[in-house]
Structure formats: structure tokens, C-alpha cells
């Protein structure tokens, strides 16, 4: 079964510039996850998608961070414009479905993209 | 908030020796879940290892076991005969299983660096 796939696995951009990332859960998988990790820090929740529509984005910095999953399937994420503190790697999950009570849904992690802002 | 708390940036242990990681959390739910995830240099995060609160039994999974102490709030995992490829950083990780929203989220700590001597 291939995992969840990302690209790209780098990218350095100045600070102002706009920059995308992409990923594609595993096949079937409803539930998609965006993560950022900080050097030296756990991964933190950005967004989590359900199909198509958005379950939690309480933690993306809306004025700048946009992320969307038309088709229910793969996934953009979107920063413009960037700054400093964005640097970072940025992770993308997913699982079968949305956790519930009696249903922990076990997520897989693609490889991330390690973003640097100079 | 669930706060997840590893004490030790770095750790490390001789090849075939065992090692523990130590991880406390802070919660005033009764149902949860905690997890170990993996993340080697290819910083895909991977599962090492889950218990549920409910379970007094700690979990294993081969060469890893935890010890689950619900009264202290601590949840430790014990690496035994170590090997290379167990050097990785590892996160304690926190999931609420009660009252949805934001308590279905990961939780994660700033993760231990552990090195494998040969």
C-alpha cells in the first residue's frame, strides 16, 4: 500500500514570497491532517479536512496560511506571504476517518517538506 | 489544555542495552490515549506503540513497552535490545477520547533524540 506522499520535500523562499505545498493521502483514507513542526518541537495541528470540508483549522493563521481539498482527495496548502517564523517543516496525515469515541483511527504521516525563509 | 511533557531532549544507549524515555501529561479527562511515534532523520513519524487509559495492562509491541502509571500521569517507554535503527527522536503524543472538537486532537511533546552507540 503506498503511504502518504508529499512535495516537495524542500523548499527555500524569502520572506514575502508565496510558496505551496502538496499532499496525497493513502487511498481511501476521508481524513486529512496538516501538521507544523518547529525545529525542536512536536508537530502542532493546522487543519484537519473531512472529504472535502474543513473539521478543525483553530490553529491556522488564517491572514496568511490557506489550505483546500476539492476533490476530497489530495490536499494544497498555501502561505502568503511568508515570514521568518514559518520556517519549519510542515506535515501532512491521514486516516480512514475522523477519530470518534470507540474509533481511533490510526494516522499515517508522509515525509513532510522542511520550508526555509530567509 | 492537555500539555505533554518529555524531560529528557537526549538520551542515549549502547547498541542491545535498554533504554527508557519518560513522558508526563497533564489532563483532567478520564478517557484518553497516549502514544510513542518515531521519527528517524526521512522525518516521516511513525507508530511505535498505544495504550489506552482505560487498559490497566501496559501495552507492548516487541522490542517496546510502556509503563502506564494513570495516578502519576506517566507514561514511559522502554526501548529493549537497542539497535541502530532505533535512533530516532521520539514523541509522547496525547489524544482525548471524550467530547470531541479540540479534545480529538494529537498532543504532542517536544520530543527525546536518542542515540545508538554500536
Known amino acids: 500500500e503506498a503511504g502518504v506522499a508529499q512535495s516537495p520535500r524542500y523548499k527555500i523562499i524569502e520572506k514575502r514570497q508565496s510558496v505551496a505545498f502538496w499532499c496525497n493521502p493513502i487511498s481511501g483514507h476521508a481524513t486529512l491532517y496538516w501538521y507544523q513542526q518547529i525545529l525542536g518541537q512536536g508537530p502542532k495541528l493546522l487543519i484537519q479536512?473531512?472529504?472535502?470540508?474543513?473539521?478543525?483549522d483553530s490553529q491556522l493563521p488564517k491572514d496568511r496560511f490557506s489550505a483546500e481539498r476539492l476533490k476530497g482527495v489530495d490536499s494544497t496548502l498555501k502561505i502568503q506571504p511568508a515570514k521568518l517564523e514559518d520556517s519549519a517543516v510542515y506535515l501532512c496525515a491521514s486516516s480512514l476517518g475522523t477519530w470518534r469515541r470507540g474509533r481511533p483511527y490510526e494516522q499515517y504521516f508522509g515525509p513532510g517538506t522542511r520550508l526555509t525563509v530567509t | 489544555a492537555q500539555t505533554v511533557t518529555q524531560s529528557q531532549p537526549e538520551m542515549s544507549v549502547q547498541e542491545a542495552e535498554t533504554v527508557t524515555l519518560s513522558c508526563t501529561y497533564d489532563?483532567?479527562?478520564?478517557?484518553?490515549?497516549l502514544f510513542w511515534y518515531k521519527q528517524p532523520p526521512s522525518r516521516q513519524m511513525i507508530l511505535v506503540i498505544r495504550q489506552e487509559a482505560y487498559k490497566q495492562q501496559n501495552a507492548t509491541e516487541n522490542r517496546f513497552s510502556v509503563n502506564f502509571q494513570k495516578a502519576a500521569k506517566s507514561f514511559s517507554l522502554k526501548i529493549s535490545d537497542s539497535q541502530l535503527g532505533d535512533a530516532a527522536m521520539y514523541f509522547c503524543?496525547?489524544?482525548?477520547?471524550?467530547?470531541?472538537?479540540?479534545?480529538?486532537?494529537?498532543?504532542f511533546g517536544k520530543g527525546t533524540l536518542l542515540t545508538v552507540n554500536p
Open positions: 489532563t483532567s479527562e478520564s478517557d484518553y490515549y
Open positions: 503524543a496525547y489524544r482525548g477520547d471524550r467530547g470531541g472538537g479540540s479534545n480529538y486532537k494529537l498532543t
Open positions: 479536512f473531512q472529504n472535502n470540508g474543513v473539521v478543525d
